[in-house]
Every structure is written in structure tokens, then in C-alpha cells.
């Protein structure tokens, strides 16, 4: 039987993909080869935490905005949109040209299905198609804008520090930025990784997309100033700690179960969280890291009390998954 | 002595510049090599006409928008971010994945200097800080979101036909984009071109952001639907006029005055005007129907009077530049 946490990914999900669905060109539309190779990787097998978050961030903020609307279809489409960014990121990253990956979810990666000049451009074609999405959105116009801002700024270049209580209208460059996170991974490669150089690629390449769905769910509902910081808070822990399990689940699994090279980011001497302890005690000191840093989000949420137990409980899942 | 058209195009470069300046991350900002090969292509010397044809809309925009509000500034920045998709295009047009050219405007292309990894991410980064850029300009926010939509459709994957007189958002794929033209151009290597498909290639590749660049400088002012209508038909012929242009250009020119390899497009045979018309009265041929299409461009900005007559006069440069 299906968890109660289990349930509320799975109907994420599935409201996620009809909402993809609809806003992706159909694969009948000219040019046909990048919008199949668009879909092929949408459609590949994510499991849309992203979207979910950002979701049951909406619902949480709702319930505490005191000029709520409703705007469940901007939350869902909103989720889509930023899950769009997700596999543009993924796309480029596959590329040879970066980590080179053949199989991404147990499935061939775009540039190997299209080659590498398509993939190239739809992944620029998601970007673009993202943020179409969101300018599309159907809330207020201020609204919208505030969310491209700091949607902008979390797949942008900066690797500084989160910050939790600052508006969020940062400088180019000066909030930890998808982009910036990829730049460092790729340089530090062959670097001993130390905890600081760790912490800050995680919490830029992984952390801040996945910060900016919560606070953006957050958005949609009119959140109040203190409970979008207090969502991105929780964000940035909780995105902190899904990256360090990722970083576990690489080591520790075989590669038939995720669906790509097992042990592959160790082998390069990538920044991992586990290799800053060294092994074999490193997964475990990292394990009980991610736990502590979900404690720490839910410390940021309390004052919402039960409201926030459905948010809680995903984060939890993204700490406790297997896969 | 430099003419009017010449001073237009210095001062509006100038201004374009400076706005650049100010809004890409400093050299001197982590991560480093991104922000280097960023402004490595942005400063490779372009001549800005995107953000000149923007300015100069506004400019004639303001004069007959009934609520005009001072907007310069945003003007001009909506001009730099035009002109960081622009350079985000050519990075990755530029990659051995793609055209794998070695040099542009006579400098190396950022691949050669920042490596395929950096130069990909650089293209991605230039992409989201113009939408960052737009997000964050100081305009009406319902003005931004329209600026936002025209935008992501124009450097999108549509290659559909330009809607002169249709309302602005199309639904993703169904007006012409950049994407898509580099797309059709990619597949369409080694078919013979026809007339059909060169126009759309080039209406969708080159045509649709410098029309938008035309469009987006009205919105800026507040223009009437009826001004929108007639600046983006001005646009649709001066942006083919100018592929056309550069088409034969690529054939007349010298390697070295071009400063990349003259003469590659047609070895390939790639899909340009004069190759529809065959050599060697295709460049004549060519050469008259950018002329007409310049007319077809002036005719519908008429009912503005000497008001236009910057606009026109950029316009004009165009197709008589020699390089």
C-alpha cells in the first residue's frame, strides 16, 4: 500500500506531466526533431520532486496569505515550468562536452538519441519555453515578476552564500545560481574537494533550483514576507540534504538501480559530500548531515503547525529515498 | 565625416555598451571563467544593431504613445538583454556541435578561448540573465510580461509565418523563432534551397528577434496596438532584407574584411537567397529584393511621418552596408 507521502508524489506528478503535456510543442510540430528531443528527455522518467515542492508549498502558503486567491492551475504550471529547467540542465550536462553520460534514468541521454547539436538546442529551447511559461502565468502581473526574478537568479551564475532574510532581488551574481554551480563543479574537478567547496557547489548546481520552487509556490499564494523567508530556509536545507543523499546513493547503489554509472562521481575525485569525510565512514557522517539539515527545515516551518506536515513529509521522502 | 545613419548607430552602440557594462557580472566575480567567456563574446565587437532598432522604436513609439512615460533607461537595457540572446545564439552556433567556427567579427569564438564545456554554459547563462534583465526593468509590470511573451516566442522553436496582424501570444510553436530557424537550417544541409524554405529559415533564425527588438522598443513606449502592428511588419521586412544582405555579403566579401571564412555557407551549400537564384546573378537579384523589401518596410511606418525617418534611415544602412 502506497504511503501517504508516496500518494501526494504520485498525483504530483501525474498533475505535473498533463501540465507538460499541454505546454511542450507536440512532437507532430515542425521542426520535429528537437521537439521530440525536448519531450524525450521532459518524458524520461523524473520523478517531478520540483514541481510537488513548489505545489505543496502553494497549498502550505494558502492556507496563511491573507488575500489568497486561487491559483492552483498557476501553481501547477509554475511546477512545469521550473521542471523544464530542470532538464535543460541535465541535458547540457550530459553532454560530451561536459560529463559525457550516455544513460540518464536508465534511459540513452539526449545528445545520444539526437545528437549532440539538437540536444544543445532544446535544451536552450526549454529555457526559453520556461520562462515563456511562467511570463504566461495566470496571476498578478507583480506577481509573475517576482517570480522570474528570483527564478532568473537561481539558474543564473552567482555561487555567493543563500540569502535567508534579504529581499530576494540580488545583484547578478550574487545568489547561488544553477549555472555557477555547474562552473565550479567542472573546475574544481581533480581539486581535493573540502567541505566549504562542497557546500557551495551543492548548494548553487542542486540547492538552488530547488529552493526557488518552494519559494515560488510560495509566491503564487501571495505569500507574506516572513513566510517566504521561512520557505527558504526550508528550501535550502532541504535541498542541501537531497544533494548530499544523491551524492550517498551514487556510492552506495548499483548501477543498474539508478539507471547510470554507479560510483562514477567518486571515481573522477568529483566534489562529493562523502569524499570530504573520506570513505568507508563518509556515508553514514553524511547521511546523519542530511538528517540534521532536515531538522533545520522543519524548525523554519513550525509556526505553520499541521499545515506544513505534507511538506514536511516530502522533504523527509527526499532525505529517506532509496533511488 | 561621419552621416546621420553613422552617428545614430555609434551613439546607440555607445549606450548599448555601457548598459552592458553595468549589467553583466564583473570579470572579477566567481565563478571567473563563465564570467569571462560571457563578456569575452558580448565585447567581440558587435555593431548592436538589435538595441540601436530597439531605441530608435521606442523613440518613435514615444512620440505617438498618448501615456508615454519616460522610459530611456529601460529602453536601453531592454537593448542590452536583446543583445545577450543575440550573443547567446552565436556562442553556441559557433560550437564544433554545430557551425564549428573558429572565429567571429575576426576574434576567436568563445569555444576556442573558454573550451566547449564553459562556452555552452556561457551561452545558457547569457540566455537566462536577458530574461533577468527584462524581469527586472523599470516599466508597467503588465508591459514587462508582454515584452517577456514576445521574447520567448521570438527566440523559441516556432517556425511558423510571421503573424502581422494577429494578437502577440502565440502559443509556443507557432510563431517564428530563432531556435526553430537553427533547427530547419541544420537539417536542411545538402537539400537544394528552395525560396520557401530559405524565407522561413531566415524569418525564424535572423527575422523574428530583430523584429522583436523593433516590437519590444514600442511596448517600452506604450504603443497602440495599431503602432505594435506596423513596427512589426517594418520589422518582418528589414530583418529579412538584412539576412538577405548578409547572405551575400558571406559571397562578395573578403575572408579577411568579414573575419570569418567567406564563401563557407554556399561550400556547404547551405540554405542562402542567392543560392535559390543561383550564381551569378543571384547576389543582383538578391541585392533587389532587399531593396523592396526596405520599401515594404517603409510603407508601413508612412502614416508616422519624419518621425520615422531614424528608424528608416537605420533600416537603410542594412542592406547597404558592405560588411
Redesign the interface.
Known sequence: MASHVQELIRTGAERTDRALER????PD???H???RA?RHSVFAGGKRLRPVLCFEAWRLASRFAPSAIPAEQAAIELGAAIEMLHT?SLI?DD?P??DNDDLRRGQPTCHKVF????A??A???L???A??TI??LDCP??T??DI??EI??A???G?GPAPAEVDF?FP??QAP?M??G???D??SEGQPPTAALVEQIHRAKTGALITVSIVAGGHIAGASHDTLDRLRIFGGNAGLAFQIVDDVLDITEESAQLGKTAGKDTAVTKATWPAVYGLPDGVARSLADAQQLIADAFAAVEPFGTAADDLKAIAQYLVDRKN
Chains 1, 2 share one sequence.
Open positions: 505546454l511542450l510543442p507536440s510540430t515542425a521542426p526533431s528537437i521537439h525536448m535543460y547540457h553532454l562536452a561536459l545528437g549532440d547539436a539538437i544543445i538546442l535544451g536552450d529551447a529555457q526559453t519555453l520562462f515563456h511570463a504566461r502581473a507583480i509573475t515578476i522570474l526574478k532568473a537568479s539558474v543564473g551564475t555561487v532581488d547578478a551574481g545560481g549555472i555557477g555547474q562552473v565550479v567542472l573546475e
